[in-house]
């Protein structure tokens, strides 16, 4: 008979994206894991496989977490105004708590960038892929622009909130702020 699960899947996947966010997946060890989620090995390789199958979960819990922060730049009319915006809405709760900063997409797209794990880069350049979209999607809203201009920008744009996600994790608020609207000054 199988056993009972004594701990909820979803708050348990909470804890590992945390401790992953905070030092990277190949820095967590289970040891690190078990303590965190408060369960023994044999449950998270029950539950999801492999540390590897714990960090895909975590990645779509954190993709969850910032989905919100997504479809609001998504649905923003403002263009460059609403790209700025998303700037200062992805890194405003990195000052909120102190032992987590930058972004766990970013991190983990430095991480796995010379991995041969395929399952991760592809959901690392999906994410980027789409954020790139939604970028150009705004530039475009400026008539202005040549496609030329609007896509050397959107790469711009989007290394630039690779340098904000990183920055995020050791500047203070005030440099994040001057970096955002030094950023959007040369547009």
């Given amino acids: 008979m199988a056993r009972k699960k004594e701990y909820i899947e979803e708050v ?15 820095a ?6 078990e303590k965190e989620m ?3 090995k044999f449950s998270i390789y029950s539950s999801f496989g492999s540390k590897h199958g714990l960090f895909l979960e975590s990645l779509k819990c ?12 998504k649905n923003a009319s403002n263009g460059i105004e609403g790209i700025k915006q998303f700037f200062y809405d992805s890194v405003s709760f990195n000052f909120k708590d102190d032992n987590i900063k930058g972004c766990l997409v970013t991190n983990t797209y430095y991480e796995f960038s010379n991995s041969e794990d395929e399952l991760i880069k592809a959901q690392m350049n999906a994410f980027m892929n ?3 979209t939604i970028i150009i999607k705004k530039l475009e809203t400026d008539g ?4 030329e201009t609007i896509f050397k920008q959107a790469n711009y744009l989007l ?13 203070t608020k005030q440099e994040i702020e001057d970096y955002i609207e030094m950023t959007f000054k040369n547009l």
Avoid: D, P
């Fill in 159 to 171: 290394l630039a909130k690779h340098g904000l996600a990183t920055a995020a994790r050791v500047n």
């Fill in 28 to 33: 967590t060890s289970m040891q690190m894991l």
């Fill in 144 to 147: 202005t622009k040549n496609k």
């Fill in 130 to 132: 789409n954020l790139k």
């Fill in 62 to 73: 954190y993709k969850k977490k910032v989905n919100s922060t997504l479809e609001k730049f």
């Fill in 12 to 26: 348990v996947v909470e804890k590992a994206m945390q401790l992953f966010w905070r030092h990277g997946y190949g």
């Fill in 38 to 40: 408060g369960i023994n």
